[in-house]
Each structure stands twice: as structure tokens, then as C-alpha cells.
């Protein structure tokens, strides 16, 4: 397996759809050094797409290892943001949701 097929079974495996019930987002990540790819969060459900949306609620921009080391909660998303590793456009809100729908 790929590390992005790997971070893509990740997303899947820790994503609680409890914690996105009645939410609807999307979530798109601009990888720095790899492939684009967007989350489609709609009331308990997730979806992943390669690509970029038309109309992201908020975009993501970082590098696969920043990513990666916030996904697994080795990184903090705030701390990585302040240093300017990960930026955010959008409805940065949502940005502050995100470890709450992914269980570590």
C-alpha cells in the first residue's frame, strides 16, 4: 500500500460518524508535495475524492509529513498552523472540527 492509499484507510478508519452528525463540509487538502484531495462530510457520512472541489468549505494546504503528523496527533493543527506549515482558507472554523472527527 501506497502512504497516501495509507492515509486515505487511516482517514477512513478513524473517522466517527458521530461527531459529524448534522454537519455538512467539505474538506479540501492541497498537498504541498503530492496529490489533492477533498472530504465530503454530510450529516454522520464521509466521503474522499482525489482532485480539488469547485466550492470547498475549507481548503488545507501542507505538506504530506505536516499532514500526516496532525492526522496521527503528533503535530498540534494549531501549532503547525502558527508556524505557517499548514494554511488555511475558508471557513477556518471547520479546521478546529476536524479532531473531533477523526478518533486517534
Same mark, same amino acid.
Given at each position: 500500500?501506497?502512504?497516501?492509499?495509507?492515509?486515505?484507510?487511516?482517514?477512513?478508519?478513524?473517522? %466517527?460518524? +458521530?461527531?459529524? *452528525? @448534522?454537519?455538512?463540509?467539505?474538506?479540501?487538502?492541497?498537498?504541498?508535495?503530492?496529490?489533492?484531495?477533498?472530504l465530503v462530510i454530510n450529516d454522520g457520512t464521509m466521503?474522499?475524492?482525489?482532485?480539488?472541489?469547485?466550492?470547498?468549505?475549507?481548503?488545507?494546504?501542507? %505538506?504530506? +509529513?505536516?499532514? *500526516? @503528523?496532525?492526522?496521527?496527533?503528533?503535530?498540534?493543527?494549531m501549532g503547525a498552523f502558527m508556524s505557517g506549515r499548514?494554511?488555511?482558507t475558508g471557513n477556518v472554523m471547520l479546521a478546529t472540527?476536524?479532531?473531533?472527527?477523526?478518533?486517534?
Amino acid at each position: 500500500m501506497t502512504s497516501r492509499e495509507d492515509l486515505l484507510e487511516k482517514l477512513k478508519d478513524h473517522f %466517527d460518524p +458521530q461527531a459529524s *452528525k @448534522g454537519m455538512q463540509a467539505i474538506y479540501q487538502f492541497d498537498i504541498t508535495d503530492g496529490d489533492n484531495y477533498y472530504l465530503v462530510i454530510n450529516d454522520g457520512t464521509m466521503e474522499i475524492h482525489e482532485g480539488n472541489h469547485h466550492e470547498p468549505s475549507i481548503t488545507l494546504s501542507a %505538506d504530506k +509529513q505536516t499532514l *500526516k @503528523g496532525v492526522m496521527e496527533g503528533n503535530i498540534s493543527g494549531m501549532g503547525a498552523f502558527m508556524s505557517g506549515r499548514l494554511k488555511a482558507t475558508g471557513n477556518v472554523m471547520l479546521a478546529t472540527q476536524l479532531s473531533k472527527l477523526f478518533k486517534r
